[in-house]
């Protein structure tokens, strides 16, 4: 038997419905490629890329870079949005490999390579963590909807009602398509963003000179780099792409086109980040201060004698959607994550019986959130800020994981890190941990001041 | 009307529902990757708590 798994030349193997589904899906993904279409074949297979990093602008990185435009205008962070978006191609090309290569699922591989306790360690940050940032999610859509006027319990509830539809698919290859429909919204803020006249020689000199920083590079300064890396590698994307990547049965032969799909993603999301960075730069020119807002309703309202109303409703219809898709992923996450360490079935090819426990999952960290987000009277932007400074700091263990699964030549063969690939992973590890550790560090001294 | 069968031979070995409800071994780890995992239980054990008190702080 291989490393891999059961031994293809026995004869006992009774196909599952999930073992069919996946089989016709490679089925069109072979004939594309026997027919030499690869623009077919690029279209076949991409999706967990796309998916991923659009669904990373979700409703907090929307929220982050809004408040970094108003804060900072454009300057240095139109370049550095742009880096943190190379970082997380080269972390999600890392994932990409590993489910390829392994054609399984990222807490499995850790519980099964380092032990149950590393296991359940990854299956409880990102199960809460995404609970977390779930609840944020529902702020966005919640906080987009008021903007038109619909009360927030309506907001909730059909954001809510989307997400267990979406899930009712029991198809893997459907539920994709429907999200990458939905998701295509987040481009909004491209169009939101020329309402606001953007100068293009400013973001030409921001691009080029990695300035202005207007009010220099203190503890806010720190705050919004950070929330724009926890906007941009998150942990639960590391376990999303790569169980997508496993439940959609991509080879090592569909390399490249994820590399292209995971880099076309990359390039959009960031696109769209910049985006909402030039629709609030107007707020930042006429000196508003957005310390107080407490959502995207807020920045959406703020906006409107700048962008005029079609530009600030094309940014809360953004922010609804930026809520709405990173639910969906988010929840998928935590259901292939949990399900995974526990060994019970984790597909979105199986039957609402057959996969209970993983749809259940999902369904529980939607319906907690969505109830959460109803609490009222809750500072709505230092969460949603808080949460990414938590993703931040759980990101640096989790990168390490994926550094020691991809070095796994047991596992990986010709595909395990070769010295570049480890090189910019653990240039991206030490950057990240080390920013974690002066935000450490700046916090302690906050609290011991009285800050 | 009939169905037709699925073309299985489309999927590896490796991806079969019995291939992978094989789990994998354990790793074994050399030296430097236990020293690296005992890092990170330290690391852990701390930015929990730095979480918890950044959390507490942004809901003051």
Same mark, same amino acid.
């Given at each position: 038997?291989?490393?891999?798994?059961?031994?293809?030349?026995?004869?006992?193997?009774?196909?599952?419905?999930?073992?069919?589904?996946?089989?016709?899906?490679?089925?069109?993904?072979?004939?594309?490629?026997?027919?030499?279409?690869?623009?077919?074949?690029?279209?076949?297979?991409?999706?967990?890329?796309? &998916?991923?990093?659009?669904?990373?602008?979700?409703?907090?990185?929307?929220?982050?870079?809004?408040?970094?435009?108003?804060?900072?205008?454009?300057?240095?962070?139109?370049?550095?949005? &742009?880096?943190?978006?190379?970082?997380?191609?080269?972390?999600?090309?890392?994932?990409?490999?590993?489910?390829?290569? =392994?054609?399984?699922?990222?807490?499995?591989?850790?519980?099964? +390579?380092?032990?149950?306790?590393?296991?359940?360690?990854?299956?409880?940050?990102?199960?809460?963590?995404?609970?977390? =940032?779930?609840?944020?999610?529902?702020?966005?859509?919640?906080?987009?909807?008021?903007?038109?006027?619909?009360?927030?319990?309506?907001?909730?509830?059909?954001?809510?009602?989307?997400?267990?539809?979406?899930?009712?698919?029991?198809?893997?290859?459907?539920?994709? +398509?429907?999200?990458?429909?939905?998701?295509?919204?987040?481009?909004?803020?491209?169009?939101?963003?020329?309402?606001?006249?953007?100068?293009?020689?400013?973001?030409?000199?921001?691009?080029?000179?990695?300035?202005?920083?207007?009010?220099? =590079?203190?503890?806010?300064? &720190?705050?919004?780099?950070?929330?724009?890396?926890? #906007?941009?590698?998150?942990?639960?994307?590391?376990?999303?792409?790569?169980?997508?990547?496993?439940?959609?049965?991509?080879?090592?032969?569909?390399?490249?086109?994820?590399?292209?799909?995971?880099?076309?993603?990359?390039?959009?999301?960031?696109?769209?980040? /910049?985006?909402?960075?030039?629709? =609030?730069?107007?707020?930042?020119?006429?000196?508003?201060?957005?310390?107080?807002?407490?959502?995207?309703?807020?920045?959406?309202?703020?906006?409107?004698?700048?962008?005029?109303?079609?530009?600030?409703?094309?940014?809360? &219809?953004?922010? /609804?959607?930026?809520?709405?898709?990173?639910?969906?992923?988010?929840?998928?996450?935590?259901?292939?994550?949990?399900?995974?360490?526990?060994?019970?079935?984790?597909?979105?090819?199986?039957?609402?019986?057959?996969?209970?426990?993983?749809?259940?999952?999902?369904?529980?960290?939607?319906?907690?959130?969505?109830?959460?987000?109803?609490?009222?009277?809750?500072?709505?932007?230092?969460?949603?800020?808080?949460?990414?400074?938590?993703?931040?700091?759980?990101?640096?263990? #989790?990168?390490?994981?994926?550094?020691?699964?991809?070095?796994?030549?047991?596992?990986?063969?010709?595909?395990?890190?070769?010295?570049?690939?480890?090189?910019?992973?653990?240039?991206?590890?030490?950057?990240?941990?080390?920013?974690?550790?002066?935000?450490?560090?700046?916090?302690?001294?906050?609290?011991?001041?009285?800050? | 009307?009939?169905?037709?069968?699925?073309?299985?031979?489309?999927?590896?070995?490796?991806?079969?529902?019995?291939?992978?409800?094989?789990?994998?071994?354990?790793?074994?780890?050399?030296?430097?990757?236990?020293?690296?995992?005992?890092?990170?239980?330290?690391?852990?054990?701390?930015?929990?708590?730095?979480?918890?008190?950044?959390?507490?702080?942004?809901?003051?």
């Amino acid at each position: 038997m291989s490393l891999h798994g059961a031994d293809p030349t026995a004869g006992d193997w009774i196909p599952t419905r999930v073992d069919v589904l996946r089989a016709a899906d490679r089925a069109r993904v072979r004939r594309a490629r026997e027919q030499h279409r690869p623009l077919w074949l690029l279209l076949l297979i991409a999706g967990p890329g796309i &998916l991923v990093m659009l669904g990373e602008n979700d409703g907090p990185s929307m929220l982050s870079y809004a408040t970094t435009g108003a804060t900072y205008g454009i300057g240095f962070f139109v370049p550095f949005i &742009l880096l943190t978006f190379l970082m997380a191609y080269v972390v999600q090309e890392s994932v990409l490999r590993i489910g390829v290569a =392994t054609h399984r699922g990222h807490a499995e591989l850790i519980a099964s +390579r380092f032990g149950i306790v590393w296991g359940g360690f990854a299956m409880l940050d990102l199960f809460i963590g995404n609970l977390l =940032t779930l609840v944020t999610e529902f702020i966005a859509v919640r906080a987009g909807a008021a903007f038109f006027g619909v009360p927030a319990t309506l907001a909730v509830f059909a954001g809510t009602v989307v997400v267990v539809v979406s899930m009712m698919t029991r198809r893997y290859f459907t539920w994709e +398509r429907a999200v990458m429909a939905l998701a295509a919204f987040n481009l909004l803020f491209v169009p939101a963003a020329l309402f606001a006249h953007p100068d293009a020689g400013a973001i030409a000199r921001a691009m080029a000179t990695w300035g202005p920083i207007p009010g220099g =590079t203190g503890g806010g300064f &720190l705050m919004l780099v950070l929330a724009d890396i926890g #906007a941009t590698v998150t942990p639960w994307m590391l376990f999303f792409q790569q169980s997508a990547v496993v439940d959609k049965g991509l080879t090592r032969s569909d390399l490249r086109q994820g590399r292209i799909d995971t880099a076309v993603g990359a390039t959009l999301a960031a696109v769209v980040a /910049i985006a909402a960075v030039v629709c =609030t730069a107007p707020l930042f020119a006429h000196h508003v201060n957005v310390a107080s807002f407490s959502g995207g309703a807020d920045f959406a309202s703020a906006l409107r004698p700048y962008l005029g109303g079609s530009g600030a409703s094309l940014f809360a &219809l953004g922010m /609804i959607e930026a809520g709405l898709v990173a639910a969906m992923t988010i929840s998928t996450s935590s259901a292939y994550g949990v399900s995974e360490v526990l060994r019970v079935g984790h597909s979105l090819n199986l039957t609402l019986h057959q996969g209970g426990v993983f749809y259940g999952i999902s369904l529980v960290s939607i319906a907690a959130a969505a109830a959460i987000v109803l609490i009222p009277a809750a500072p709505l932007l230092a969460i949603t800020l808080a949460v990414n400074v938590i993703a931040t700091l759980l990101m640096a263990p #989790a990168l390490m994981f994926v550094l020691l699964l991809a070095n796994d030549r047991e596992l990986m063969g010709e595909l395990a890190n070769g010295v570049r690939a480890n090189l910019a992973s653990g240039a991206i590890i030490v950057g990240i941990s080390l920013i974690g550790a002066i935000y450490a560090v700046t916090i302690v001294i906050q609290e011991f001041h009285g800050g | 009307m009939k169905q037709p069968a699925p073309d299985l031979s489309a999927l590896e070995p490796a991806q079969r529902s019995d291939a992978l409800a094989t789990p994998l071994p354990r790793k074994h780890l050399s030296g430097w990757s236990l020293l690296l995992l005992a890092f990170l239980r330290v690391y852990v054990a701390f930015s929990v708590g730095l979480v918890i008190l950044a959390f507490i702080r942004a809901l003051r």
